[in-house]
């Protein structure tokens, strides 16, 4: 265990000092959200309708953008081989870059969402499942994330290919999570959305270290 | 002979639809076969090199 | 049995694939061709009309079997993408990556046929309903498989096993994205026509016949265009080897 926290905390502190990993996804929200307004018009009905959809895509967009650099430091820096080479587990040392990632980009999404959510007149009910539902997708955002990231690390410009990796993978978290908001806000029950989207969180929380561990070691070898 | 390819007021969806499926396939013949005399003339090429 | 064993083992050996699967390439082009010829004149000329959607029904013929093989090659490039990332074998690489090419292209034709037969019958080119939207993420499933091997291309064995282990991913992707899709679209939708119509848009035996000729056709087809792929495959990769030599220098065509 001991390695995971060391690995975890330096990673949070990395991530920490070099403080445009924490406001880039931020910035980056309320600049697309601007455009919102002056694209659709001001109406408070219109962008009513179209906020549970467009909080949620913009917290899925700010992570995207994220992603790329999870291990691309570490392999080029040679760090990653030496994770491999001293018999860390792999998968745990997944787990744990995922962690930090979600703690440094994670966080600071969950807790905007709401002033991205005030800015486009989101129902006062739906903040409740909002919050939530991006509590619970979040940590996949960065599951999924590591495997993305784990098998672009050695390409050069990867961000295009990574998005489309990774896209289908987040079709699913998307309606799941997106659809609970959008049910809330139109006063329907959210729990069968929610339950799906905690069962993806298990289901990535078990599946994604090892699919990003394999990368890893591809590209090590 | 022209009332066999009639389709009603479907024509352009109905020959569209062959249209595009033949059109794919004969793209993909194509591409695979090229690609494969590209191949064997580069090998030929390096064969006559080593000669 | 000893007969089966030796031909199991000599198919994972790229010499011998090569030449047995060599003998295989015309027969299997011929096929496809017939089989599609008379498939595509039965269907279109004399199947008979359907009695609500009239003429239009007849891009079924190529819709829905291009939408069998669509997912067919995929579950055939994630079972190879398994065998591949288990075994490394240098086969089962070749016909993932041969597979890919023309997978991809099914899942576009049943796209713009299915759009083609959406115009009359939806009245719309593009409808977000559940199979139109899981078929465009297949074509992503596609998409990324073939960018991961290009990203990698000049180390073909690491881009072949990550490109294979994109494939797993997806195979296990699959079902969810299909149930996840579907499931959105009954709670947000209403049901719109069924483009087969369900157990009723064929209902007579001379509409079945060429459907099932055509899905054998473009079944043939992918085998012909799949090893033809896989042979290239197989020669660029291994150029060094002394069976390529050989190989290339049997092939008839340019002089050497």
Known sequence: MMPFWALFKRDVLVAWRRKANVYQPLVFQLLIVTMFPLGLGAGAATLTKIAPAVVWILALLSTLITLENIFKDDYEDGSLAVYALSGMNLPLAVISKAAAHWCTTGIPVILFAPVIGMLLHLPTHAYAVLLLSLTIATPIFSLLGTVGSALIMNIKSGGMLLSVLIMPLLAPVLIFGAGAVLETALSNSASTHLMLLSGSLVLCLTLAPLAAAAAIKINLE | ?51 | MNRIVKFYHEMGSPPSFYRITQHWLMPMLLLALGLTAYGLIEGLFFAPKDYQQGDSYRIIFVHVPAAWMSMFIYAIIGICGIITFVWRMKVAEAVMMASVPIGALFTAVTLLTGMLWGKPMWGTYWDWDARMTSQLILLFLYIGVAGMYAAYEEDPRKAARLAALVAIIGLVNLPIIRYSVYWWTSIHQTSSITLTGGSEGIHSWDMLRPLLVMALATKFYYIYSMLTRAHTYLLKTEAKKQWVAQAVSKKSGAKP
Do not use: N, P
């Open chain 2, 1 to 51: 002979m022209m009332e066999l390819f009639d389709m009603g007021k479907y024509d352009f969806f109905v020959w569209g639809s062959i249209g595009v499926f033949v059109v794919a396939l004969v793209l993909d013949l194509s591409t695979a076969k090229s690609s494969q005399k590209q191949v064997i003339k580069q090998i030929k090429a390096k064969i006559r090199r080593k000669q």
